[in-house]
């Protein structure tokens, strides 16, 4: 049986997961579920999974969580502090951590997943974007096993192993993209986009900061980083199509011409599922493509002009160490200032650029490395939204 530890299970990949997980109850027993405020859903799921631990990060909910499963009179032994939670997941209680949770915060839980060798399904692709090349070394060292959720990463991880293929074999990834809500908008309109209409994604259902990373490309420009660290691949060979109908997630082109790409109706129980089940395939509960009624597949590169975050996160890569963390960092400061209202859609970007080119990369000796970059980063982007709102 394998045990699993669920961090972020009340976000959109936690439900997802679950709903994967649930199918094969004789192979899965989930052990640890987390959230960082949502109690209330954490609380059905509780009574519906009957899990060994909960986690909840923030202290308020916590404390009224607690007196909620008393009341449920539940086995879930609730966990008092984040170290608690780490000796866990380092312990011979979980087996594979599924990191649903998002941002940098997840960082720490991450790296000790790593570092006591468990199977990590991840979805936060944050760690990889700030940290990819220490990750790498210490899950070499660790002999962990680490699966990339986003739908891209999964795709190019299934088309490289379905053949056996060293990357000494591969001459380019395509990374495809919807373009997101904005692809056909008029850039003179760009000042104008509300937070409403950035998060009325096309394709995907998702949360908010992943929903205004997609209008502003910025998610490819993320992936592309993460790409990178997981497939030992130069970023100069990571190419970035637009594909608007989403059917394709990604594709490998090989040095004898050949491309190979994953298809499927966009829906993330379809990466959870090959992560969970590999190196065989277990059933997902998504229905299948219908190709009589496909719409025509089109391939197109994205603007650089309407979506400059591309180019920034090309900058933040090329110069490597610190630097892409100093990025992430911004653009989250951004995306936030961004929703609520204090910023315009296309001063995301602004910020962004501001400040990766004002801090500038360091060398990343350990993971305190990282955590100090993307402290200076949110501070030097605070610094530059209020200035940008006439408050110097």
């Known amino acids: 049986m394998e045990k699993i530890a669920l961090l972020g299970s009340t976000g959109s990949i936690g439900n997802s997961s679950i709903e994967v997980l649930v199918k094969h109850l004789d192979r899965f027993k989930i052990e640890v579920l987390t959230t960082n405020t ?96 220490l990750l790498n070394e210490l899950a070499a060292k660790n002999q962990a096993t680490i699966f990339p959720l986003d739908s891209e990463h999964s795709a190019i991880h299934q088309c490289i192993l379905s053949k056996m293929n060293s990357s000494n074999n591969i001459k380019k990834l395509y990374l495809t993209g919807s373009g997101g809500p904005f692809l056909d908008k008029d850039i003179a309109s760009f000042s104008l986009i509300s937070p409403e209409e950035a998060l009325a994604h096309p394709i995907w259902k998702m949360g908010k900061k992943i929903s205004v990373d997609s209008a502003t490309m910025m998610n490819k420009g993320l992936e592309l980083i993460e790409a990178r660290w997981l497939f030992n691949i130069n970023p100069e060979d990571i190419k970035i ?11 490998v082109e090989y040095i004898d011409g050949s491309v190979i790409s994953q298809l499927s109706i966009p829906d993330m129980k379809i990466p959870i599922a090959y992560g969970l089940g590999y190196p065989t395939r277990i059933e997902s509960g998504v229905k299948e ?42 653009n989250e400061e951004g995306v936030k200032s961004f929703l609520a209202e204090e910023i ?21 000796d350990g993971i305190e490395d990282v955590f100090e970059s993307d402290l200076a980063a949110r501070k030097e982007a605070l610094k530059v939204i209020k200035s940008l709102n006439g408050n110097n």
């Open 38 to 133: 949502n109690t209330s859903l954490l609380l059905k799921q509780c009574k519906d999974l009957q899990p060994k631990y909960v986690f909840v990060k923030s202290k308020e909910a916590s404390l009224e969580f607690k007196s909620q499963l008393r009341v449920l009179s539940s086995k879930t032994t609730l966990l008092d502090t984040e170290q608690e939670l780490m000796e866990l997941i380092s312990s011979s209680e979980v087996n594979t951590v599924i990191a649903g949770m998002m941002g940098i915060a997840g960082l720490n839980l991450i790296y000790r997943s790593i570092e006591a060798g468990k199977k990590i399904l991840l979805a936060n692709k944050e760690a990889y974007i700030v940290a990819g090349e």
């Open 344 to 364: 315009g859609f296309t001063q995301i970007m602004e910020i962004v650029s501001s400040v990766i080119n004002t801090i500038g990369s360091k060398p990343i």
């Open 241 to 251: 199509l637009i594909h608007p109908e989403g059917i394709i997630h990604s594709m």
């Open 289 to 330: 493509i219908d190709f009589h009624n496909l719409k025509p597949i089109t391939f197109r590169d994205p603007d650089l002009t309407k979506f400059p975050s591309i180019n920034l996160a090309r900058q933040a890569i090329d110069q490597g160490g610190t630097l892409p963390a100093i990025l992430n960092a911004a």
